[in-house]
């Protein structure tokens, strides 16, 4: 068993740091850690955007490589003197897993082989493999704790499984000293926006349908990117939380339409905007995990009330359309026609 890590002259790498989750990670590392030197490795596909980064880019200790986590190479030179690797590459959206699931297989399972291989031949002192509640699969009752069975039912949640329990594979094999945590949906500022928060507050931004699957009921937990922040670093500076697996929740279960109805409250707009659109395909129905273990090893409660965590969400994305426009009148206009066009 392991002291925590002391984080404040750390070697941190942080891969995926160009998306959502990652981007929000480094800048909390930036403001609690100043004197941490943080690499970030990012491919930066259609979701990793460097206006991201663009505040931290010239900040001494920060640098970036872009490059691929499946790339043995790039990884090896992202890698050295690191102490700690933090990983948020992924392909993430399960509407796109379920049009072509390949790259979801390469990244979130093959890459974290890749990682942890050179993890193992580096010595690192703690790898987190960030992976996701989706794991369990639908719950329909109660709560999953970690010992639940892994029962994912789309592709996405699928290959997860793969980079999920190759991790911990590394530590019962091989000693490195890996933690797996397990979050719920997140949102925030800097979420691309095909995930519904961010797609149904643009679209509502721009007086379009909010197209909700079926019947809307299907129940999600939400955690403000904030929190999961905060709990990941919680995990790296408590002791003994190697090869462990830790659920990370906001404890904020919603429907769709009670997000959608808080979206269009907010912003003053009507309800006619919500449209019923063609399920998406083994659309899990709810998920809900139990986090005391977390609670238990670390003390770490979740601190954005979920009301004033999505009133400044929304308001971020008002305020935000240098950031927005240019992503949606891009490629994205194209996936959006393949997935909505014709629902
Ligand atoms: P995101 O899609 O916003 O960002 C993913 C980032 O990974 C992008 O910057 C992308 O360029 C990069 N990337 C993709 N493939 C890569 C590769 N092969 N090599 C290097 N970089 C690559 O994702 P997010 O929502 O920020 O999620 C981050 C992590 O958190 C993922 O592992 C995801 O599974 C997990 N997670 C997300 C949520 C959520 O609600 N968003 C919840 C639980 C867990
Ligand atoms: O639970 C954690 C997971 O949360 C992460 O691992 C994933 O990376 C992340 O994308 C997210 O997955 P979801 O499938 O839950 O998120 P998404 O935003 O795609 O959908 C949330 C809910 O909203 C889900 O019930 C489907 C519904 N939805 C989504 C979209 C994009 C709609 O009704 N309409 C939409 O247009």
Redesign the pocket.
Known sequence: MAKGLDLSAAHILV?????????NFVHHLRREFPGARVTV?????????LANLDSVKDDAGYRFLK????DRDRVAEAMRDCDVVV???????VDRSIENAQ?FL???TV?VFVLLEEARRVGVKRFVQ?????VYGEILSGEATEEAPLLARNP?AAS?IGGDRLAYAYFATYGVPTIVT??????GPY??PE?LIPLFVTNALEDKPLPVYGSGKNVRDWIHVAD?CRAIVALLEADDTEGMTFNIAGGNERSVLEIAGAILAHLKKPATLLTHVTDRPGHDRRYAIDAARLARATGFQPSVPFEKGIADTIDWYVSRRDWWEPIRTGEFRHYYERTYGSR
Request: charged share 20%.
């Open positions: 891969t995926g740091g160009a998306g959502f989750i990652g981007s490795l990012d491919k930066l596909t259609y979701a990793g955007n490059g691929d986590i499946c990983n948020f590459a992924a392909e993430t959206h790259e390469l990244t979130d890459g960030v992976s996701t509640d989706e996405y997860k397990r979050c719920s949906n997140n949102f979420q691309f995930k999961h």
